[in-house]
């Protein structure tokens, strides 16, 4: 079993910053992909992904995000971590870490983004 427990959110105003911290129980050298979704109230049960990030380093980012966030991953401390900068008030939203190993998805209970002046 493998446990995710997301920091790091906050309220912020538009243009700034929050740095996302996802603390996993045991090793993510295997995992295949590590990643950050988020939920916006108000848009359904339906989530929306962030940013994925692979064993070997490589990741990807949705259009909305791409070039003001980055995702980041320290298998040596067994965490995964997602820089937002250039916050917008369409960025605030409940903010989920999710592992994949194999067909298993695991997911964190999430941190919550506020973007308001």
Known sequence: ??????SG????????SLRLSCAASRSIFSLNRMGWYR???GKGASGEWVAIITNDGSSDYADSVKGRFT?????????????????KTEDAAHYYCNARQGAVDY?????QVTVSA
């Open 107 to 111: 997911w964190g209970q999430g941190t």
């Open 9 to 16: 959110g906050g309220l912020v105003q538009p243009g700034g």
């Open 71 to 87: 995702i980041s991953r320290d298998n040596a401390k067994n965490m995964v971590y997602l820089q937002m900068n250039s916050l």
């Open 39 to 41: 939920q916006a109230p």
């Open 1 to 6: 079993q493998l446990q995710l427990v997301e």
